[in-house]
C-alpha cells in the first residue's frame, strides 16, 4: 500500500544531543512538510518542499534543519535539543489531485522525548 | 492573517447520536476543506474534503460548506465510540498547498 512512513516513531534524546527524524513515501508526492505539534495544539509548519524548492516558515527555529536528497526521503535535523522541543513530528505529503486542490496525507508521526 | 477556528470542546454524544463540528475560517478566498481525525497519540487522518457550497456525503460523515458564512462542519451519524478523537478542521486558499489548520475539538462519545 502506498504510504508514508516515519522513522523512528519515538526518539528520547539528551538536552543539546542532536537528533534526525527520517520520513519516506511511496505515494510520489511532490510535496513534503515537516510538522510540530503539541498537546491539544493545530499543527505546526516548520518546513515544506515542493519539488526540490525549500521552504522554511519564518518562526521556525534555527535549531531545525530538513534535507530532502530525493523525492521519496525528508529527513528533519535538531541540532541542539531543548526542552521545549519535545512534541510530536509530523511528515506529511501531498500533490495537485485537479484543480490545484491538494490534500495532505500524514505519515505515523515520531514521537521526541528530550531528557 | 489566516485563521481556522473551532470549539476546542469536549464535545460528549451518546452512542448512536449525531456529532456537529464546527468550524469558521476568515480567508475569505479559502477553497478547499478539510477535516481530519487524530486518535490521541496518533497523527491526523484525513477523512472528508470538500470544496463546493452545500453537502458532502461519505458514509456516516457528511460535510457541510457555506462560503458566505465562511463555516464548515462536519456531522457523524450513529456516532459509535471509536468515533472518539479531535477533529481537525483545515482550510486552503485556491492552489495553495499550505493549508491553515484549527486546533481541533475533541469529540467524547460514551455508551
Known amino acids: 500500500d502506498a504510504m508514508v512512513i516515519q522513522n523512528p516513531r519515538y526518539q528520547v534524546t539528551q538536552f543539546g544531543k542532536p537528533v534526525t527524524l527520517s520520513c519516506s513515501q511511496t505515494?510520489?508526492?511532490?510535496?513534503m512538510y515537516w510538522y510540530q505539534q503539541k498537546s491539544s495544539q493545530a499543527p505546526k509548519l516548520l518546513f515544506h518542499?515542493?519539488?526540490?524548492?525549500?521552504?522554511n516558515e519564518a518562526d521556525t527555529p534555527d535549531n531545525f534543519q530538513s534535507r530532502r536528497p530525493n523525492t521519496s526521503f525528508c529527513f528533519l535535523d535538531i541540532r541542539s535539543p531543548g526542552l521545549g522541543d519535545a512534541a510530536m513530528y509530523l511528515c506529511?505529503?501531498?500533490?495537485?489531485?485537479?484543480?490545484?486542490?491538494?490534500?495532505?496525507?500524514f505519515g505515523p508521526g515520531t514521537r521526541l522525548t528530550v531528557l | 492573517q489566516k485563521e481556522v477556528e473551532q470549539n476546542s470542546g469536549p464535545l460528549s454524544v451518546p452512542e448512536g447520536a449525531i456529532a456537529s463540528l464546527n468550524c469558521t475560517y476568515s480567508?475569505?478566498?479559502?477553497?478547499?476543506f478539510f477535516w481530519y481525525r487524530q486518535y490521541s497519540g496518533k497523527s491526523p487522518e484525513l477523512i472528508m474534503s470538500i470544496y463546493s457550497n452545500g453537502d458532502k456525503e461519505d458514509g456516516r460523515f457528511t460535510a457541510q460548506l457555506n462560503k458566505a458564512s465562511q463555516y464548515v462542519s462536519l456531522l457523524i451519524r450513529d456516532s459509535q465510540p471509536s468515533d472518539s478523537a479531535t477533529y481537525l478542521c483545515a482550510a486552503s486558499s485556491g492552489g495553495s498547498y499550505i493549508p491553515t489548520f484549527g486546533r481541533g475539538t475533541s469529540l467524547i462519545v460514551h455508551p
Open positions: 506529511a505529503t501531498s500533490r495537485d489531485t485537479g484543480g490545484r486542490i491538494y490534500e495532505q496525507f
Open positions: 505515494l510520489n508526492h511532490n510535496v
Open positions: 480567508d475569505r478566498v479559502s477553497q478547499s
Open positions: 518542499y515542493y519539488d526540490k524548492d525549500f521552504n
